[in-house]
């Protein structure tokens, strides 16, 4: 075997703080920038005895760009000594699954390529993350080093061998290193059998429980498929959008209520499914919706923690729950009542990894539409339906019964998040910054008709290995518990998102039915002139509510 030497130079644009990396199909297709993240990620986390021994789970969610990614990456794994590659057929692997696989074939990492939710195709968003052994995304120390390595960077090692066939199933060798080519489904819906009663669900669905499912054509499909209608029966048609496409048919496949408006209007018909969900480009993501009402993520959250033990992975109760820091307080009400502790963690599924790895949490979500547990060390889509199955199965209860039931019991954060698109990065970050000298002197003052109890930039220190990660958001949190809290999207590939986020507690049946961005309004009216919006973006009105 002749390993290649190629000279290479440091390739901008890998941010510090980010898990992986995201970028323009054509950035990452052109030259060796692919190529450097993934020698600067083996720099990173090479062990002092080299990876002889070592198993990298490779695959993505199938869009463009991604077959020919895995090809450099096989290479660059063989070239840089790892033992065996794992990679899922054809290069499908959702995120969650990824996930599963490490944990189970006991794998040194995992290279996931995938951009989430962003578009796809020629045009679209490519992206690229390492996890590390316990399935999860990388910690900030670990993409910290990566970010270090990929600024010297001076050389790829990689290999001059033929591309292997990744859409057979076996095993086959590139250099001194194993390939086997796996089936992307079977480990994670053994581990799904594992966690959820399938018989009891199977006889749910026999008995008439609906449900549709879309995958938006993203890598779902494959799962939900083998998962609903194989496993459980659901009749053939209830994935929709099943089958991945290099482009997601022209979709972007983010499951909100803007991408995913034809499900909000079919699960709005009187004759609906029982539950209506999908899933993001990467499978990692959940969308909620029952017949007629939907599910804001914060309170699906609330809703699963507090009815997990009637699935048979929870039975037993749960150990604790985390949220991110702008995701609502739902949570830590159900945490209060069963007597469990409740995190809050910075945005970002990694900082959920060290938790579950400690068993201080069993369940955790963020705002955006990510919930998941202690069996993979990732948000997860499938996973999220199947508790939702496996609650309406067990209490024979609608969704909106339970949300309802759970709002009157626990009382409800009204929520809303409103997302500034494509703005100007410099005006963008000129109102961060000045937003951010604004709030040590906000404590104590009113504004709006509300006091102010604190103000201040988010920072996290990790309650199990005491990391400390700063400049995580800025909040501002009043008097009556109500919050505002501001920061910039890490994952966009365009311009400075700025995402802002609203939540207001209310107790008391009589307000259950309100409009949530009625409830909202006078602090969303104060969010805008807090950070002098209009003034920073000239934008009237936020590109996406949800
Ligand atoms: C967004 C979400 C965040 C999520 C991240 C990755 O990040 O807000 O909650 O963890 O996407 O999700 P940001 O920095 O754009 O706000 V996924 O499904 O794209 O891996
Ligand atoms: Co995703």
């Given at each position: 075997m002749t390993i290649k030497h190629i000279a290479t130079s440091p390739i901008p644009g890998m941010k510090p703080g980010t898990s992986g990396l995201r970028k323009k199909?054509?950035?990452?297709?052109?030259?060796?920038?692919?190529?450097?993240?993934?020698?600067?990620?083996?720099?990173?986390?090479?062990?002092?005895?080299?990876?002889?021994?070592?198993?990298?789970?490779?695959?993505?969610?199938?869009?463009?760009f991604n077959a020919e990614a895995i090809q450099t990456v096989i290479r660059i794994a063989a070239a840089n000594g790892f033992g065996r590659?794992?990679?899922?057929?054809?290069?499908?692997?959702?995120?969650?699954?990824?996930?599963?696989?490490?944990?189970?074939?006991?794998?040194?990492?995992?290279?996931?390529?995938?951009?989430?939710?962003?578009?796809?195709?020629?045009?679209?968003?490519?992206?690229?993350?390492?996890?590390?052994?316990?399935?999860?995304?990388?910690?900030?120390?670990?993409?910290?080093?990566i970010h270090a390595e990929s600024m010297r960077i001076d050389e790829i090692l990689t290999l001059n061998t033929p591309a292997v066939d990744i859409g057979r199933i076996g095993s086959q060798r590139v250099g001194e290193m194993l390939v086997e080519v796996i089936d992307p489904v079977a480990d994670y819906v053994e581990l799904m059998r594992n966690l959820f009663d399938f018989n009891a669900l199977r006889a749910a669905i026999a008995g008439g429980l609906r449900l549709t499912f879309d995958a938006m054509h993203a890598v779902t499909g494959p799962y939900a498929h083998a998962i609903f209608e194989c496993e459980l029966g659901a009749p053939a048609g209830t994935v929709k959008n099943g089958t991945p496409l290099p482009d997601f048919g022209g979709h972007h496949p983010d499951p909100n209520l803007v991408h995913a408006k034809h499900l909000l209007d079919l699960m709005m018909a009187p004759d609906a499914p029982d539950l209506?969900?999908?899933?993001?480009?990467?499978?990692?993501?959940?969308?909620?919706?029952?017949r007629g009402i939907f599910i804001p993520p914060s309170d699906s959250l609330a809703m699963l923690a507090a009815n997990a033990h009637l699935a048979p992975a929870?039975?037993?109760?749960?150990?604790?729950?985390a949220r991110s820091m702008p995701t609502s307080a739902a949570v830590d009400r159900v945490a209060a009542r069963l007597e469990v502790p409740c995190f809050e963690t910075p945005t970002g599924w990694k900082f959920f990894g060290n938790l579950l790895d400690?068993?201080?949490?069993?369940?955790?979500?963020?705002?955006?539409?990510?919930?998941?547990?202690?069996?993979?060390?990732?948000?997860?889509?499938?996973?999220?339906?199947?508790?939702?199955l496996s609650i309406i199965a067990a209490r024979r209860q609608s969704v909106a019964e339970i949300a309802r039931g759970h709002w009157a019991a626990y009382g409800r954060n009204y929520y809303t998040r409103h997302d500034y698109e494509g703005l100007d990065t410099a005006a963008a970050q000129a109102l961060m910054k000045t937003l951010g000298e604004l709030l040590p002197r906000l404590a104590g003052t009113s504004v709006g008709g509300r006091g102010i109890a604190m103000a201040d930039d988010f920072s996290y220190t990790d309650p199990?290995?005491?990391?400390?990660?700063?400049?995580q958001g800025l909040r501002v949190i009043f008097?009556?518990?109500?919050?505002?809290?501001?920061?910039?999207?890490?994952?966009?590939?365009?311009?400075?998102?700025?995402?802002?986020?609203?939540?207001?507690?209310?107790?008391?049946?009589?307000?259950?039915?309100?409009?949530?961005?009625?409830?909202?309004?006078?602090?969303?009216?104060?969010?805008?002139?807090?950070?002098?919006?209009?003034e920073f973006t000239g934008r009237e009105h936020p590109d996406v509510i949800t």
């Open positions: 199909v054509i950035e990452f297709a052109a030259g060796n920038y692919l190529a450097n993240f993934v020698q600067s990620v083996f720099n990173a986390v090479r062990p002092p005895q080299g990876f002889g021994g070592c198993t990298l789970v490779v695959g993505g969610d199938g869009r463009y590659a794992l990679v899922g057929q054809d290069g499908i692997l959702s995120t969650p699954a990824a996930s599963c696989v490490i944990r189970k074939h006991n794998a040194f990492g995992g290279l996931i390529l995938s951009a989430s939710h962003n578009p796809g195709g020629p045009d679209g968003d490519f992206g690229i993350k390492f996890n590390a052994a316990n399935g999860g995304p990388a910690p900030e120390k670990i993409t910290d080093a209506g969900a999908a899933s993001d480009g990467d499978g990692d993501r959940n969308l909620i919706i029952g929870y039975r037993n109760g749960i150990a604790g729950v400690a068993g201080r949490i069993t369940l955790c979500g963020e705002e955006s539409a990510g919930t998941g547990s202690n069996h993979v060390r990732e948000k997860d889509g499938v996973w999220a339906v199947l508790l939702w199990v290995d005491g990391s400390v990660s700063q400049n008097e009556d518990g109500a919050r505002i809290v501001y920061r910039l999207s890490g994952t966009g590939t365009t311009g400075a998102t700025l995402r802002v986020y609203i939540e207001r507690y209310e107790a008391g049946p009589a307000l259950l039915a309100q409009d949530t961005q009625a409830a909202l309004a006078d602090l969303i009216a104060t969010s805008r002139d807090l950070a002098r919006l209009n």
